[in-house]
């Protein structure tokens, strides 16, 4: 098999992304704490590492940028719907702050317009439409905007017949706009049922953290499902079921390794594999010989 | 029916005035007969005053109290007959949903719906209407024979929310709502669905993808309880109220925001009030709406089923040209 060279995490070319996305999302930390393990990590080599910690693997959370640039052919990516902002529906207003607030200052911390950056791009030559949730806007939460930017990229690879790339990263639906983002599971569901029915590959990549409205729509929905390792997947915390269930629970509940154990998932790619591995996935479904469609 | 809520005790005092004025029964003057009259003519005034104007917190307390008809309540009243189906033919039935194949006003349907549990024995079996994976995975069975037989779909929604446990994690709870929701957008047949209580987040969309979505008057539809909201987002789940009031949760709203299509209304004072009268407005609306949906093609109830969803969320989305997020 052809072996990529080792992929970087350089900055995407993304229409909605500040140019500095990646750098602001670096700052030049000499030293990075592992949250898993506690070791400390010199910024230069973990970042080369791709942000995996070099001792106990812990796969630190990526920016959408970075993850694009992670998977796709350099400079194949081209992004659509980025213009795309949400105007509050529901003119949320909590003690904290207002929801109209919030989103500008998400804004202007990840520099990008919402949790999602959708568009056209290729991976070893194969195109595809890829849709990469990022965690930093509001934990990744779907609301108007994601559902929508989704809903389009499904949509994209039905018309084109590319296959689907979705990368989750999300807590779930976004409070601030209600039943709204509620109904953004239905909507990409839906979109998603087109597509199978037109018999274009969806496959979701499920990376930290995939939960509740996420994880119970589109994310569970690929014809093939991987997951980073160690990523939490499941429908509800941990801790929201130990409440519920007066006990303590395994170590590994909802990690990407239980699912996989449950049957939920096809496989566990690491960071530096993910790549090579939807490449082979990809290209088993571009061309070779499959029987007559109908 | 007493006046149990919290925000009823004026009208709770009302009726103990009555009651207490009735305990004399024969023995009542004339002038206190009056005023037993009286004072009832002021007690549905005041019932009907209130309810027109309940905060979206006491929406929650109605649509949540344990007096709600529930769902094998309003089978019981619009049925002239009802086969119950059990079972998801892989693990479990699942009792938080319940369903089968039932005859409304003539018209076969396969209806289903959550069913929380009246007294504590049914409310165990029940799991208080928060249903595993098992009662999704019944109601995907249920929607495919529906299909089979060109049966329309009537779901009743009432649930907290799907049942966080530790064995739903093990089989599956997001797959299995995953999929309802993909099934239910491309099934070949009408699916009418009705928030009769609790519309609680996934769990409660996990059967609620339809060609129509109708709310009863004072049910709420929620991406999270407000206790849950309230918790994460003002940090401190003493702020439900708040919460709900912020997340806009209740019919009016909903219709507002295209969530919903129509309202069904309650009999004064609450569906609890009156389990006959609010099945009646239920089957009426059902019936009212499969009429409308019977005259589509099935191609054209798909694709009026995409759009209805499509457009959800699109009102609350501009564009700036250039993307000049800087």
């Not at chain 1, 140019?19 to 602001?24: I, K, W």
């Not at chain 1, 949320?92 to 959708?118: H, I």
């Not at chain 1, 929201?240 to 006990?247: A, F, K, S, T």
């Not at chain 2, 206790?227 to 439900?240: G, K, L, M, Q, T």
Request: charged share 25%.
């Amino acid at each position: 098999m052809k072996d990529e060279s080792q992929p970087a995490l350089t900055v995407a070319q993304t229409n909605g992304a500040h140019p500095d996305t990646v750098a602001r999302a670096l700052p030049d930390n000499l030293a990075v704490k592992c949250p898993n393990c506690r070791e400390l990590l010199l910024g230069k080599d973990w970042e080369k590492n791709l942000k995996v910690c070099q001792k106990c693997g812990h796969h630190f959370r990526l920016s959408a940028p970075e993850r694009i640039a992670l998977l796709l052919d350099p400079d194949s990516f081209s992004e659509f719907a980025s213009d795309l902002r949400s105007s509050d529906p529901l003119g949320f207003v909590a003690r904290s702050g207002s929801y109209a607030d919030k989103l500008v200052s998400e804004r202007e911390k990840t520099g990008l317009n919402d949790a999602v950056v959708v568009g056209m791009g290729s991976i070893e030559g194969i195109r595809l439409a890829l849709a990469v949730m990022d965690f930093r806007f509001i934990g990744g939460s779907m609301g108007s905007v994601v559902g929508e930017k989704l809903t389009q990229a499904i949509e994209r690879a039905a018309a084109e017949r590319a296959p689907l790339v979705i990368v989750s990263a999300s807590g779930g639906a976004r409070q601030q706009e209600g039943t709204i983002s509620l109904m953004q599971m239905a909507k990409t569901s839906a979109a998603l049922a087109r597509l199978a029915e037109a018999g274009v590959l969806y496959v979701s990549l499920l990376t930290d953290p995939t939960t509740a409205g996420i994880s119970a729509s589109f994310a569970f929905l690929g014809d093939v499902i991987l997951a980073e390792p160690g990523a939490l997947i499941g429908f509800a915390g941990p801790r929201v079921i130990e409440q519920m269930m007066h006990q303590r629970l395994p170590k590994d509940v909802n990690t990407a390794e239980f699912v996989l154990k449950h049957g939920m998932i096809d496989g566990i790619a690491h960071r530096r594999e993910v790549r090579a591995t939807l490449a082979r996935l990809l290209r088993l479904h571009s061309g070779g010989e499959t029987l007559a469609g109908a | 029916m007493a006046y149990d809520l919290d925000f009823e005790r004026p009208l709770a005092d009302i009726e103990k005035r009555i009651s207490q004025l009735q305990k004399r029964g024969e023995r009542m003057r004339p002038d206190e007969r009056a005023q037993v009259a009286e004072l009832q003519q002021e007690l549905a005034r005041r019932t009907k005053e209130l309810y027109a104007a309940l905060t979206p917190w006491q929406r929650v307390q109605v649509a949540r109290f344990r007096d709600r008809p529930y769902t094998n309540d309003y089978i019981k009243r619009m049925c002239d007959e009802y086969f119950e189906l059990r079972g998801d033919r892989r693990f479990a039935d699942d009792r938080a949903i319940q369903g089968g194949v039932a005859s409304i006003g003539g018209q076969t349907v396969v209806l289903m719906g959550h069913q929380k549990g009246r007294d504590l024995k049914e409310r165990e079996e029940c799991n208080f209407g928060m249903a595993h994976p098992e009662g999704y995975r019944k109601a995907l069975r249920l929607f495919r024979y529906a299909e089979r037989f060109h049966l329309p779909v009537i779901t009743l929604i009432d649930t907290t929310g799907a049942y966080p446990g530790l064995g739903d994690e093990e089989r599956g709870i997001s797959q299995a709502i995953a999929e309802n929701l993909l099934v239910m957008a491309g099934l070949r047949t009408p699916i009418i669905c009705i928030v009769i209580g609790e519309g609680g987040s996934g769990g409660a969309l996990g059967i609620g993808v339809g060609d129509k979505v109708l709310m009863l008057e004072n049910a709420v539809y929620t991406v999270a309880a407000p206790e849950a909201a309230a918790s994460i987002i003002w940090r401190d789940n003493a702020f439900a109220p708040d919460a709900a009031q912020a997340m806009k949760i209740t019919a009016p709203e909903l219709l507002e925001l295209g969530v919903v299509d129509s309202i069904i209304p309650e009999p004064v004072g609450g569906a609890h009030r009156d389990y006959q009268a609010a099945a009646e407005s239920v089957k009426a609306a059902i019936l009212r709406e499969l009429a409308d949906l019977k005259r589509l093609s099935t191609d054209a109830l798909l694709d009026h089923r995409y759009q209805r969803f499509r457009v959800i969320g699109l009102q609350g989305i501009t564009e700036v040209v250039g993307a000049a997020q800087k």
